[in-house]
């Protein structure tokens, strides 16, 4: 029998950041005294200013999702055909490839990082291929030279899902500056978030008002329609929450720096665990995620027994991101979907756990879950 006691209360893999219900409740009055709710107000456009400057980006665009905001990332490049992805990311990865009916290809990804490999993209490349869609997955940053030269070699676009890694840096360069457009999530369960919502970030000035038509249906003024858009539009209340966020992701970012050494402490001495990828000294990272990788052979359980075992002490983590996507009923049937197209990815996709990661958790929070990973019997 265990002697360590389960926590009274569920520990969450994350929990949102709140800002203090006053901050909320003055902004509030500001937008009911003004009677303007949505459709590009106030607070809409200050955020789109407050968010340029905080990701160093030239061009940005806000939306009511991380979603729709991909999809019509993707419908303003016009992509076609076929985009080379990856099957380790959420669903709404390849999902906002089929919703533009283009045919997601999965490419395998790297050991390390996770995110695709970009020494594998060359050898999927068709002529139906439009472009890359790559994903920062936990943060981490993808190989962006090597992804452009690729994309530059054969005309290809390169779409950045970015929804992980909001205040990334590459020596000191915003992580949206990379490629032709990158998607960020504000999600309630990001670091930073507007409960919902999500932007596009992007160099191209004239892709500034393709995008924003294409957020509001199209619509370029009362007697003009001029493309098929859709309604992607941020509201006042979540672009307020968004302009007051702004203020917490720093400290709330170094919160989660202090457990991630934590974690890096207590299990970087156990066997068959591999920790969160490292980045390089030139990478500013965001702490967002703590994401471990349990290798069966050698810890002795597999990672599904581990995260069984933790529910029994009410530890909630998640198994970000298994199922692969391309083992979803919906792309199992696509060539790229073999599972040897897919070595690296299969075997992460058993291998990898999410444990709470959020500033709210302390220390000893974080020492008490690492002790029972380490207590587990094998
Ligand atoms: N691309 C990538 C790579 C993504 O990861 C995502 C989203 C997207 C695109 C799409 O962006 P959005 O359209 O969502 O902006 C969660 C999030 O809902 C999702 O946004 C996120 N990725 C994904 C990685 O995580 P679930 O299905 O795991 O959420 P859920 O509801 O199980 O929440 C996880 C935990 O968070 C809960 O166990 C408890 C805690 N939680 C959650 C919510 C919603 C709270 O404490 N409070 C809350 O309000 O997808």
Same mark, same amino acid.
């Given at each position: 029998?265990?002697?360590?006691?389960?926590?009274?209360?569920?520990?969450?893999?994350?929990?949102?950041?709140?800002?203090?219900?006053?901050?909320?409740?003055?902004?509030?009055?500001?937008?009911?005294?003004?009677?303007?709710?949505?459709?590009?107000?106030?607070?809409?456009?200050?955020?789109?200013?407050?968010?340029?400057?905080?990701?160093?980006?030239?061009?940005?665009?806000?939306?009511?999702?991380?979603? @729709?905001?991909?999809?019509?990332?993707?419908?303003?490049?016009?992509?076609?055909?076929?985009?080379?992805?990856?099957?380790?990311?959420?669903?709404?990865?390849?999902?906002?490839?089929?919703?533009?009916?283009?045919?997601? @290809?999965?490419?395998?990804?790297?050991?390390?990082?996770?995110?695709?490999?970009?020494?594998?993209?060359?050898?999927? @490349?068709?002529?139906?291929?439009?472009?890359?869609?790559?994903?920062?997955?936990?943060?981490?940053?993808?190989?962006?030279?090597?992804i452009q030269q690729v994309a530059d070699t054969y005309g290809l676009k390169v779409v950045y899902d970015a929804a992980h890694a909001f205040g990334v840096e590459i020596d000191g360069q915003?992580?949206?500056?990379?490629?032709?457009?990158?998607?960020?999530?504000?999600?309630?369960?990001?670091?930073?978030?507007?409960?919902?919502?999500?932007?596009?970030?992007?160099?191209?000035?004239?892709?500034?008002?393709?995008?924003?038509?294409?957020?509001?249906?199209?619509?370029?003024?009362?007697?003009?329609?001029?493309?098929?858009?859709?309604?992607?539009?941020?509201?006042?209340?979540?672009?307020?929450?968004?302009?007051?966020?702004?203020?917490?992701?720093?400290?709330?970012?170094?919160?989660?720096?202090?457990?991630?050494?934590?974690?890096?402490?207590?299990?970087?001495?156990?066997?068959?665990?591999?920790?969160?990828?490292?980045?390089?000294?030139?990478?500013?990272?965001?702490?967002?995620?703590?994401?471990?990788? @349990?290798?069966?052979?050698?810890?002795?359980?597999?990672?599904?027994?581990?995260?069984?075992?933790?529910?029994?002490?009410?530890?909630?983590?998640?198994?970000?991101?298994?199922?692969?996507?391309?083992?979803?009923?919906?792309?199992?049937?696509?060539?790229?979907?073999?599972?040897?197209?897919?070595?690296?990815?299969?075997?992460?996709?058993?291998?990898?756990?999410?444990?709470?990661?959020?500033?709210e958790l302390t220390a000893d929070d974080v020492r008490k879950i690492c002790a029972m990973i380490r207590s587990i019997d094998r």
């Open positions: 029998m265990s002697k360590i006691e389960p926590f009274k209360e569920k520990i969450f893999v994350t929990r949102p950041v709140l800002p203090a219900l006053e901050e909320v409740t003055e902004k509030l009055r500001e937008i009911w005294e003004s009677k303007w709710l949505t459709n590009g107000g106030k607070q809409h456009f200050a955020l789109e200013d407050e968010l340029k400057e905080f990701l160093k980006v030239p061009y940005l665009s806000v939306f009511n999702n991380g979603t @729709i905001a991909l999809m019509v990332a993707v419908q303003s490049l016009r992509l076609q055909g076929d985009v080379i992805t990856t099957p380790f990311t959420f669903a709404a990865t390849p999902h906002v490839l089929s919703w533009n009916n283009i045919n997601p @290809i999965f490419c395998d990804i790297d050991e390390e990082t996770m995110n695709i490999d970009a020494d594998k993209i060359e050898s999927m @490349i068709t002529p139906r291929t439009s472009a890359i869609l790559a994903v920062h997955v936990f943060g981490t940053p993808c190989n962006v030279k090597k915003g992580i949206g500056t990379f490629g032709d457009i990158s998607m960020f999530s504000f999600h309630a369960t990001k670091l930073y978030h507007t409960l919902e919502g999500g932007a596009l970030v992007f160099a191209d000035k004239n892709l500034k008002q393709r995008i924003d038509l294409l957020r509001n249906f199209g619509i370029k003024n009362e007697e003009e329609v001029v493309m098929p858009g859709i309604n992607g539009k941020l509201d006042e209340v979540r672009a307020a929450v968004g302009r007051i966020m702004l203020k917490y992701v720093e400290s709330e970012q170094a919160k989660r720096l202090a457990l991630h050494k934590v974690y890096d402490e207590e299990l970087g001495n156990v066997e068959g665990i591999t920790l969160m990828p490292k980045c390089g000294d030139n990478v500013k990272r965001n702490y967002q995620y703590y994401v471990i990788r @349990i290798d069966e052979k050698v810890f002795g359980k597999s990672r599904d027994y581990v995260y069984d075992e933790l529910k029994k002490y009410n530890v909630y983590t998640r198994k970000y991101f298994h199922p692969l996507c391309s083992d979803y009923t919906c792309y199992r049937q696509l060539n790229s979907s073999r599972q040897d197209n897919l070595p690296v990815a299969t075997n992460i996709g058993k291998q990898v756990l999410s444990l709470p990661m959020y500033g």
